[in-house]
T-cell receptor
Framework: GAVVSQHPSRVICKSGTSVKIECRSL??????MFWYRQFPKQSLMLMAT?????????EQGVEKDKFLINHASLTLSTLTVTSAHPEDSSFYIC??????????????FGPGTRLTVL | DAKTTQPTSMDCAEGRAANLPCNHS???????VYWYRQIHSQGPQYIIH???NNETNEMASLIITEDRKSSTLILPHATLRDTAVYYC?????????????FGTGTRLQVTL
């Protein structure tokens, strides 16, 4: 249980184009999803918190107009990288706050999407 | 959220127990200790969490010191597939701002 999928797993695009990444919770509903970015040999950095039916909350330094987040249903959040540039090339990972384990809630992560901008 | 300190890297022979330490000396009374791991080019995988009692599941055991200032994740019989970066994170249990803050983690290399 508590499976999160991402699509696509890998995408290559030209500079200036937009790319949409989907994050789905397959066997549970998630009112809150999170988007992370990870550069090579670095740790995960939280970009934004996505709440179903409301606007996303972005971390400091993350451009909300460049990284558009939509969380239209309890099982789907999307991240659109607009006007992508080579410096946006990274590993993008989503997570969903899943079924509660005793005493706390837990995030379950998707497999990640590797974006390469040429 | 409290800051954690982990060794940069560790080696372990296959079949032996892997003991991964984590210091969190500034942990607050309402903060849990979480462990995640990330195998190369994959998303992080939840392993285990605890508050103050030792915990065990099918993947690992978590030993938390009585003063809660440090903990150890134990993989009882490490295999090559356990090679990954292991992250120790402390955070409050619930709430709208229950974010995970990843540090640099411990790179565990399991060898034959």
């Amino acid at each position: 249980g508590a499976v999160v999928s991402q699509h696509p797993s890998r995408v290559i695009c030209k500079s200036g184009t937009s790319v949409k990444i989907e994050c789905r919770s397959l066997d549970f509903q998630a009112t809150t999803m999170f988007w992370y970015r990870q550069f090579p040999k670095q740790s995960l950095m939280l970009m934004a918190t996505s709440n179903e039916g409301s606007k996303a909350t972005y971390e400091q330094g993350v451009e909300k107009d460049k990284f558009l987040i939509n969380h239209a249903s309890l099982t789907l959040s999307t991240l659109t990288v607009t006007s992508a540039h080579p410096e946006d090339s990274s590993f993008y990972i989503c997570s969903a706050r899943g079924p509660r384990l005793p005493g706390t809630d837990t995030q379950y992560f998707g497999p990640g999407t590797r974006l390469t901008v040429l | 959220d409290a800051k954690t300190t982990q060794p940069t890297s560790m080696d372990c022979a296959e079949g032996r127990a892997a003991n991964l330490p984590c210091n969190h000396s500034t942990i607050s009374g309402n903060e849990y200790v979480y462990w995640y791991r990330q195998i190369h080019s994959q998303g992080p995988q939840y392993i285990i969490h605890g508050l103050k009692n030792n915990e065990t599941n099918e993947m690992a055991s978590l030993i938390i010191t009585e003063d809660r200032k440090s903990s150890t994740l134990i993989l009882p019989h490490a295999t090559l597939r356990d090679t990954a970066v292991y992250y120790c994170i402390v955070r409050v249990a619930t709430g709208t701002a229950s974010k995970l803050t990843f540090g640099t983690g411990t790179r565990l290399q399991v060898t034959l």
